[in-house]
């Protein structure tokens, strides 16, 4: 049975070339095993969430309220939120209640902060389970199925266990394909824009070489370099000038020696 639903599920989710086609499945999926609604977070280290093409919150997509999701955003809850950090400590599943009686949690302790997140998630459900996923690179990620009902929720883990381990981790190897696939299309774009001695820039810069090096291998003040190289970082999309480089290497337009 868990062969063929991850079968299935793998073959409509490769149908989705988006997240928010791949989100609406994992929610049908959620609905269809008996859950109330599903949830994830595809990269623990970033706090914002995925949009959707005309910019919608993916979540919202998948049946989350609007308030709650920008809430969620705009109070950085990700960084505190005891789910999350629990993911990045935790290789199995793992059944949590969103009314935690005392105040620890999983045998450790819940600031206020933490114990409101948990609280926030009762108006759409009493608890959920949370499959982490490791991805290479030290990323983290989870997919949650969230449900009613204690006696429930425990009855419903053990029934769909390896169903929803399978089907969470192929929904998040998924979402990593569609986001190195974005980041390809962006960065590809942002290079056709790079114009020749931005990229002869660059290229110095990934040899060491510093601004005033390559002001005077190429016969130009250091503020021009600056310049230059400012401009290639700002059409990459790049956070510093190491990733521009990086970049530029894995698009081919310069070259390590």
Sequence with gaps: MAASWDTRFRERLAAHPDLAGAGALLAEYADTLGWER???????????LPLTENGEFVAVAMGWSADYVAHWVNDRRAL???????????MDAFLWDCDPDSETWH????????RDILLS????????????????GGKT????????????????????????????????????????????GRAQAAADRLSPREIECLGWAAQGKTEEDIALILG????????????????LDACNRTHAVAIACSLGLIRLF
């Design 38 to 48: 599903a949830a994830f977070h595809a990269d623990l280290g970033q706090t914002r």
């Design 80 to 90: 505190t939120c005891p789910v999350s950090l629990r993911c990045t400590r935790s």
């Design 107 to 114: 045998r450790e302790a819940l600031s206020a902060a933490q």
């Design 121 to 136: 998630y009762r108006d759409c459900a009493d608890g959920a389970v949370t499959v982490p996923v490791h991805r290479p």
């Design 141 to 184: 990620a989870y997919v949650s199925w969230f449900g009613r009902g204690a006696a429930a929720l425990r009855d419903r883990f053990r029934r769909t266990y390896r169903e929803t381990y399978l089907i969470s981790h192929a929904f998040i190897t998924h979402a990593d394909a569609l986001e190195s696939a974005r980041r390809r």
């Design 220 to 235: 130009r003040s250091r503020e021009t370099v600056h310049f230059h190289l400012n401009n290639a970082l700002r059409k």
